[in-house]
């Protein structure tokens, strides 16, 4: 911080020049009676010291992450965070660069877009994908209002697997604009193939299908028969949104074999720590036919006069800043910081890397779910294909027995079902990434079958030899 | 005349120096089939090979084309990459409404902090008190900052934030049982405005700006009638100038049940100074990108926080934390809610540094701010305006619009003259808006820029000025000092080459070489 | 600033050849200079009724697009394909190689609206003339 007085001198010796005598006099177009006499009502100010003090303060009444294994999912993921990601995104020209609109002092912002669009076209099966958007679940929404411009049709159908929040913010996205948002029947946590030409069948027309892969269950979709069943039924094809994790793309088919028309997804398994949800990244990918109806921002290949190649914003004229009223979204500012770490992991990885990355993490939460699955009482909440998360039923109130191995073992066991589900408060959603240890996975399982046998009173209580979380 | 979209060859010389280092790479060019990516721990449990347990069909037959580099070819690419940017700590950024003000370390140090940054939202609620808390102290803070009531912190960007405005309007109006159709706009408006408008269902009404250059009352009223929604401002405005009727433009909607929205992306002019909330707006958007020190990250992550009086509070999105007894909370369920808008509670990463801003400025810092912010900028204007003359002759607040229409006599446009500025070492400023001002350049220094690095701003703007009366064809040219000179725009639109793909691959490359 | 003298136009800038029951239409010499290089033609489909006044379809350029306006009232016979590869012949002819569509009209009196190359010419004087 610079030496605030200092800077008020030089600042007064500007008044001078600038020709008044005074603040006031430069402001006098602010009334009076609007400007405030005395100064805001906030805390006094700290210097960085006491910032970091501030902070650490703060933070002791938070888990400490560093030291508690954890099983959350759920939309947001703990995966390894290459170092040379921190390293180069801690560098100045590209964590305080402005979006790239004088592409000649921007090149490198725009290259590595044009990486990561193309990276997600490669993991996607699309031909053409856009800078990024906010997250996941605006993406979605987004792709759902593209839908209805390409289709028309004054339903969107929802597979019953597409996580809550996602709904939700779907659902806010949509309000007012003349889409009816269905969900889908469910067959074990999974889309009900058999019943959904019938639900295409029945009703106004379909403009749009969106699936999550995995699903919110960490259920795996059976995507390749869906064309099949779309097929089946009358009128004109919905438009097919796959939303797909892209980690999990390392192993699993690129939604376009199966006919998607757009994929969409977060990018935060990518490089992005979970940040208390927020900020993250979404990306946002279709078919070159639909190329002028992408919201957000699109770099291409461009060419200067003497031939050099370079990299430019396109397409800009679809842009709020062009289009105003007529703007298909009114996307601005998005991601551009979070798709640079998206990009570069993936750049580390490559195909290897991507495809390691993937079987750990299968053969992780495989593991996790035989040894949980194994203690007495403890179910499996469906029986279908799942990556890196599933359900397990464990006969008691998730809550308490969750609060408890916190409490006792500092293990964030994972996320009550009840909190999106009222009815299925005794289940639990665990993930497991390649983070998770034999010895984590092993001391996960044991806290669970401690806590369930635990007599009820005692369950979610800690152990008062431990510090309180 | 020129087309500025098409480019000219540099000068000879100044070209010939810059060509040597070739063309800007792709990782993808530095990929070496068969070396080995990052390193993972090995597998510690039993193998589960995918193939064993799904159907072929869900699995993936080719790997993704991805790129095949070490760790240290990934660190000099990007390293490279990164040589080629404009960035804050190289020199100004000039830029109208971005405030473009320097990002203090200490903010990255402590959000980039592992614990802070690893916490994962669905923590039991007694586990991330600490976050909770300062996410209320947050809101309370912006709450004070602008004059209002209640805060969200649920939108990621202004634009989404103005999209929560619009939508908070629908559900006050849906509420009292109102018949409401339009918001008006001043023609000055950023594109976000009418585009937010649309996308919440109103219809936009653009309101003609007066001489002066801000809201003419007369337009306004002929305007405002039973269907008016609200009306979305910009205090002050896209020219630099505070609306001075703006408690008489509030009054007007409210006579109508209307609702006053403020685009905050101009609000470094007030912090400290004046209160929206106290000039009769209703809800606000602060972008903590700009006002609040937070990166831009090359195009994001942002946050547009939005601030609201009492009656628009009861729809806020959800979750939000509220306090109970000594603890914090998240509030999951609200049947008047409009919902959910981000997917958790907000850019948390981004708020982490904002507010970290706010503590280290407390309230006689963020005076200072607006202060400094309104003396640079009338202080570059006054250096300024003998070369490009500002539209409004009257002092301005953090930020003013020149025009460079002078310069079409000599064939030279305000797009060129901001080329020019990137072979000086400068970022160029707004370029042709807001659209009611001709050959528009919208100028705005903030208050973290010295008076050297002002006087050096002016000094290039003044050298232009005079190579555009005795040298056009050098500023026409511009860049020439740039890895790349200006780009042949309307050839990338039409080819749309929005992927790289391997040489010899259908579709491939560019037959020009 | 080319106004040839065969055809009739509108006050968006577009151009009309009438050829019997048929017109075919386009943007004129002033919109495309005003537009500067154009990228991209989106038109309707054969078969698609248009209506006079009414858009039809847009023209995009780098940092502009503009909605065509149907200046008569038909049912679209042909659009040309050829601009799909090469937009910018709407820049190097636009009363030629640059037509945009032709279209059965369905109301012959609305011709007789249009503005005439004197009109037409009149029109750009009283807006400044446009670019050189």
């Not at chain 1, 067959?187 to 106004?204: K, S």
């Amino acid at each position: 911080m610079s030496d605030q007085g200092q800077a008020r001198s030089a600042d007064e010796a500007m008044l001078a020049e600038i020709g008044v005598g005074s603040f006031d006099e430069l402001i006098a177009q602010v009334p009076p009676r609007l400007r405030l006499a005395k100064p805001l009502a906030l805390p006094a100010p700290l210097a960085e010291s006491e910032l970091r003090r501030l902070y650490g303060d703060l933070s002791r009444k938070n888990y400490d992450p560093a030291r508690t294994p954890s099983f959350l999912g759920g939309g947001v993921y703990d995966h390894v965070i290459p170092a040379a990601i921190e390293a180069l995104t801690w560098r100045s020209e590209f964590y305080t660069a402005y979006t790239p609109y004088q592409p000649e002092v921007a090149q490198g912002t725009l290259a590595a877009i044009f990486e990561f669009q193309t990276m997600i076209c490669e993991l996607t099966g699309m031909d053409v994908a856009n800078a990024s958007m906010y997250d996941g679940a605006s993406a979605a929404a987004e792709a759902l209002l593209l839908a209805r411009s390409v289709n028309h049709g004054g339903r969107a159908l929802l597979a019953p697997g597409v996580s809550p929040r996602v709904r939700g913010v779907i659902a806010t996205h949509l309000e007012g604009a003349g889409v009816a948002l269905e969900i889908l029947p469910e067959e074990g946590g999974r889309i009900d193939i058999a019943a959904l030409p019938h639900a295409l069948r029945a009703g106004p027309p379909a403009c749009a299908l969106l699936v999550q892969q995995p699903n919110f269950f960490g259920l795996l979709e059976p995507l390749d028969r869906l064309p099949e069943a779309v097929a089946a039924a009358a009128g004109e094809r919905p438009h097919l949104v796959v939303s797909a994790d892209p980690l999990s793309l390392g192993i699993l088919a690129p939604p376009g074999r199966w006919g998607a028309d757009t994929v969409v997804g977060d990018l935060q398994p990518l490089g992005i720590p979970a940040q208390f949800g927020g900020p993250t990244g979404g990306y946002f990918a279709t078919r070159a036919a639909h190329v002028r109806r992408l919201p957000g921002r699109l770099v291409a290949e461009a060419r200067d006069a003497a031939g050099r190649r370079g990299f430019t914003l396109t397409l800009q004229t679809r842009e709020q800043h062009i289009r105003r009223e007529k703007a298909t979204s009114n996307i601005c500012t998005n991601s551009g910081l979070l798709a640079l770490r998206a990009t570069i992991y993936l750049a580390l990885l490559g195909p290897g890397g991507i495809r390691e990355v993937a079987r750990q993490c299968y053969a992780r939460a495989h593991h996790a779910r035989a040894g949980l699955t194994a203690l007495p009482g403890v179910r499996a909440s469906h029986a279908g294909p799942f990556f890196r998360e599933f359900a397990i039923d464990l006969g008691q109130p998730a809550e308490a027995l969750v609060a408890g191995i916190h409490a006792r073992h500092g293990i964030l066991a994972g996320i009550p079902l009840g909190r999106f589900y009222p009815g299925r408060t005794n289940e639990l959603l665990v993930a497991v990434t390649e983070k998770r240890t034999r010895e984590d996975i092993q001391a996960l399982t044991a806290a669970v079958a401690e806590g369930l046998a635990l007599p009820r009173g005692a369950r979610e209580k800690g152990n008062p030899s431990h510090a309180e979380p | 005349m020129p087309n500025p979209d098409r480019p000219t060859p540099a000068p000879p010389a100044e070209a010939a120096a810059c060509s040597l280092q070739g063309a800007v790479e792709v990782i993808f060019e530095r990929s070496v089939p068969g070396e080995p990516g990052y390193r993972f721990a090995r597998l510690d449990v039993p193998e589960a090979p995918p193939e064993g347990e799904l159907p072929a069909a869900l699995l993936r037959e080719q790997p993704p084309l991805l790129p095949e580099v070490s760790e240290l070819e990934v660190m000099r690419h990007y390293t490279a990459l990164s040589s080629l940017n404009h960035h804050v700590e190289k020199s100004l950024y000039p830029l109208g409404s971005c405030t473009m003000k320097y990002n203090p370390k200490i903010n990255e140090e402590l959000a980039r902090g592992p614990a802070w940054a690893l916490l994962h939202p669905d923590a039991p609620e007694s586990s991330i008190q600490g976050i909770l808390e300062l996410l209320w102290r947050f809101e309370r803070d912006l709450a004070t900052i602008v004059g209002m009531d209640a805060v969200s912190l649920h939108p990621a960007a202004g634009a989404q934030g103005e999209l929560l405005g619009m939508k908070l309007f629908r559900a006050y109006h849906r509420e009292k049982g109102n018949a409401k159709r339009t918001v008006l706009i001043p023609d000055s408006a950023h594109g976000t405005n009418p585009a937010s408008v649309v996308l919440s269902g109103f219809t936009p009404r653009e309101i003609r700006s007066g001489k002066d250059g801000r809201i003419d009352l007369a337009a306004l009223d002929s305007a405002i009638d039973a269907g008016t929604a609200g009306i979305m401002v910009t205090n002050p405005n896209t020219l630099g100038l505070f609306e001075k009727d703006i408690e008489e433009i509030a009054a007007r909607i409210h006579a109508v049940d209307g609702l006053v929205y403020m685009d905050g992306a101009n609000l470094n002019a007030l912090v400290g100074l004046a209160l929206p909330g106290a000039m009769g707006v209703d809800a606000v958007h602060i972008n903590l990108h700009k006002t609040f020190s937070t990166p831009h990250g090359g195009g994001g992550p942002g946050a547009g926080p939005v601030g609201v009086k009492a009656a628009l509070a009861p729809y806020l999105p959800l979750p939000r934390v509220v306090r109970e007894g000594e603890g914090y909370r998240l509030l999951q369920h609200d049947s008047r809610s409009l919902g959910r808008l981000h997917p958790y509670v907000g850019n948390v990463g981004v708020i982490l540094r904002a507010y970290a801003y706010i503590r280290s400025l407390g309230p006689e810092g963020l005076r200072a701010v607006s202060r400094a912010a309104v003396i640079h900028a009338n202080y570059l204007m006054r250096q300024v305006e003998g070369a490009f003359p500002v539209a409004k002759r009257e002092a301005c607040m953090h930020e003013f619009v020149s025009s460079a229409a002078w310069t079409r006599a000599h064939g030279v446009r305000n797009i060129d003259v901001a080329k020019r500025l990137l072979d000086y070492g400068f970022h160029a400023p707004t370029v042709s808006f807001p659209l009611i001002v001709p050959d528009a350049l919208m100028i705005e220094p903030t208050e973290t820029e010295t008076r050297r690095s002002l006087d050096r701003f002016a000094a290039a703007l003044m050298a232009i000025a005079r190579e555009v009366r005795e040298t056009p064809e050098v500023v026409q040219g511009a860049p020439g000092c740039t890895r790349v000179g200006r780009l042949d725009e309307a050839e990338a639109a039409r080819r749309l080459q929005v992927r790289w793909t391997p040489p010899g691959a259908p579709g491939a490359g560019d037959p020009r070489g | 600033m080319r106004i040839p003298e065969d055809l009739r136009y509108t006050r968006d800038h577009e151009w009309v050849r009438r050829e019997g029951g048929e017109f075919v239409a386009g943007i004129t010499d002033y919109a495309q200079q005003q537009l500067s290089d154009i990228v991209y033609v989106e038109l309707p489909a054969q078969g698609t009724a248009v209506k006079q006044a009414e858009p039809f379809g847009s023209v995009e350029a780098v940092k502009a697009v503009a909605d065509l306006f149907a200046p008569l009232s038909g049912e679209v016979v042909a659009v040309n394909a050829a601009l799909g590869d090469d937009p910018g012949a709407v820049n190097r002819a636009p009363y030629e190689e640059g037509w945009m569509i032709r279209v059965r009209a369905s109301n012959a009196s609305e011709f007789e609206g249009l503005l005439t190359p004197a009109q037409y010419g009149a029109l750009l004087a009283e807006l400044g003339g446009g670019a050189s």
